[in-house]
């Protein structure tokens, strides 16, 4: 199988620009979940869609948001770019057990966004 | 609120020796417990988890880790360590599950590897 993919790998943005990120789940897993990784803060939860809803989020603001389609694809989308915003994006997909998703997560090798 | 801690930035080991990376976690109720391992422009791949049954869990690679209720600690360890161990490692805990029955992934912040020859 396929592992997680995401697209594109790199990305340079300026300020006040928007962006959005691609990810494409292993295929059978419908639950695709999004954290920033950054040097000091570590793996940072961003929200998880499951079957094209919206079934976790962090404490990220509002600017953040994303979306599933019905392939399980995913979307995430960054609105008015801060320079903080500038971290290693991943994605990671999970099987499912019964009508939830369940096991260990499968990360794809990320976006890197920076922010000028 | 669940978390776990990755108390040290950065573990130097010698090739051949033994390795520990050390997570501690704070949970309610029992703990799921994860490690993972990302090199260098990859993201981060499963090596081990611990859910139930036996302290010490067997993984891929070459490492393990135990579970240790009582320090609250789920160290991960290598008998002899490989230069190609060298990566960043992270240890996580899964969070309670909300009323939607699904739950997230809380990561620690991370320990670098460095094995050296």
């Known amino acids: 199988k396929a592992g997680v993919t995401q697209t594109p790998r790199y990305l340079i943005k300026t300020r006040g620009q928007q962006v959005t990120l691609s990810c494409s789940p292993i295929s059978g897993h419908r639950s695709v979940s999004w954290y920033q990784q950054t040097p000091g803060q570590g793996l940072q939860f961003l929200f998880e869609y499951f079957s094209e809803t919206q079934r976790n989020k962090g404490n990220f603001p509002g600017r953040f948001s994303g979306r599933q ?12 770019l801060e320079l903080g915003d500038s971290a290693l994006y991943l994605c990671a997909s999970r099987p499912t057990s019964g009508v939830l998703p369940a096991g260990e997560q499968y990360f794809g090798p990320g976006t890197r966004l920076t922010v000028t | 609120a669940q978390s776990v801690a990755q108390p040290e930035d950065q573990v130097n080991v010698a090739e051949g020796n033994p390795l520990t990376v050390k997570c501690t976690y704070s949970v309610s109720g029992n703990p799921y417990l994860f490690w993972y391992v990302q090199y260098p422009n990859r993201g981060l791949q499963f090596l081990l988890k611990y859910i ?16 240790n209720k009582s320090q609250t600690s789920f160290h991960l360890k290598k008998p002899s360590a490989l230069v190609s161990d060298s990566a960043l490692y992270f240890c996580a805990v899964r969070d309670k599950s909300d009323t939607s029955g699904t739950y997230k992934y809380i990561f620690g912040t991370g320990t670098r590897l460095k094995v050296l020859a």
């Open chain 2, 52 to 67: 139930t049954g036996d302290n010490l869990v067997k993984g891929s690679y070459g490492f393990e880790a135990e579970f």
């Open chain 1, 69 to 80: 389609f019905s392939n399980s694809r995913s979307e995430m989308n960054v609105s008015t």
